[in-house]
């Protein structure tokens, strides 16, 4: 069922959803709303078996500045809902664990400003492209608070290593498209009106993947970064094989590649 939402939009393009933020006067500054919206749109991906894959980008000339200081001031404790013992900083740190637990891969379409809770909507996403305009900050130690904060701390080092980590967390420096590429936090550096373009060759990639396939391969992957051991990956990567091996969706891959055609799989 469509569900209509004012702070972002979502487009339906057969099995990809493309989630707009949607505030660009405010450069898609967080908003209370917009995290009511962003919390219920996640929600409901966990048993929404029809989108397999989801972009998430933000209108106008910025991804995303972060919070949104004047529209938080501007609320009443009463007015912020419950977020599990620690109001709005925990509901707002609902929508990224959502964001890793939905079963549908994320790719995040950056351009212009990541900044603060911004810059962990890019984090949190699985694949990353950047736009050439794009700049990233850890904003949160700039306004007297941890950059410990929305998931940096956990996403960051695992993506760039801790050293790149701490000095970006540390200063709440800038790094823009071309050192994010460096260090791997980005897959790909291409004119802001190519986004849309370039992030086409990666869905049709993933489209390929049987249902089943792509949703475990996302879960065992985060599964797997967390593992305590090579034992207990593999462990996940067994279960995962015998579960889509068990599909007729197995068969139907097997064939197509033997036949050099692609897959007509059917939902799993």
């Known amino acids: 069922m469509s569900v209509r939402y004012n702070t972002i939009t979502v ?3 057969g099995a990809v959803d493309w989630l707009t933020l949607n505030r660009p006067e405010a450069l898609n500054a967080i908003s209370v709303d917009m995290v009511r919206e962003l919390d219920d749109y996640f929600g409901r991906l966990y048993h929404d078996r029809e989108t397999r894959v989801v972009v998430m980008r933000g209108a106008g000339r910025a991804f995303c500045a972060g919070l949104d200081i004047k529209d938080r001031a501007g609320r009443s404790p009463q007015a912020i809902p419950f977020g599990g013992g620690f109001g709005f900083q925990g509901y707002l740190a609902g929508v990224y664990i959502k964001m890793r637990r939905c079963p549908q891969p994320i790719v995040a379409l950056v351009h212009g400003a ?3 809770g911004g810059f962990s909507f890019a984090l949190a996403s699985d ?3 950047a736009g050439e ?3 990233m900050n850890a904003a949160f130690v700039k306004l007297g608070l941890s950059a410990c904060d929305m998931g940096v701390s956990y996403f960051l080092p695992r993506l760039v290593g801790v050293s790149v980590a701490s000095e970006l967390m540390l200063t709440g420096r800038f790094i823009h498209a071309p050192r994010a590429l460096a260090t791997g936090l980005i897959s ?3 004119p802001d009106h190519q986004l849309e373009a370039a992030a086409q060759s990666y869905l049709d990639e993933m489209l390929l993947a049987s249902p089943m396939g792509l949703r ?3 879960e065992g992957l985060n599964m797997a970064v967390d593992a305590a051991s090579l034992e207990a990956a593999m462990a996940i990567e067994n279960r995962n094989q015998l579960m889509t091996a068990a599909s ?3 068969a139907e891959g097997m064939q197509a590649f033997l036949e050099k055609r692609p897959p007509r799989y059917i939902a799993d």
Do not use: D, L, Q, Y
């Open 248 to 250: 007729p969706n197995f």
């Open 188 to 190: 790909e550096v291409v």
């Open 133 to 135: 305009s794009m700049r």
């Open 11 to 13: 487009e339906k393009r």
């Open 114 to 116: 990541a900044c603060g």
């Open 127 to 129: 694949i990353r492209i």
């Open 216 to 218: 475990m391969t996302k």
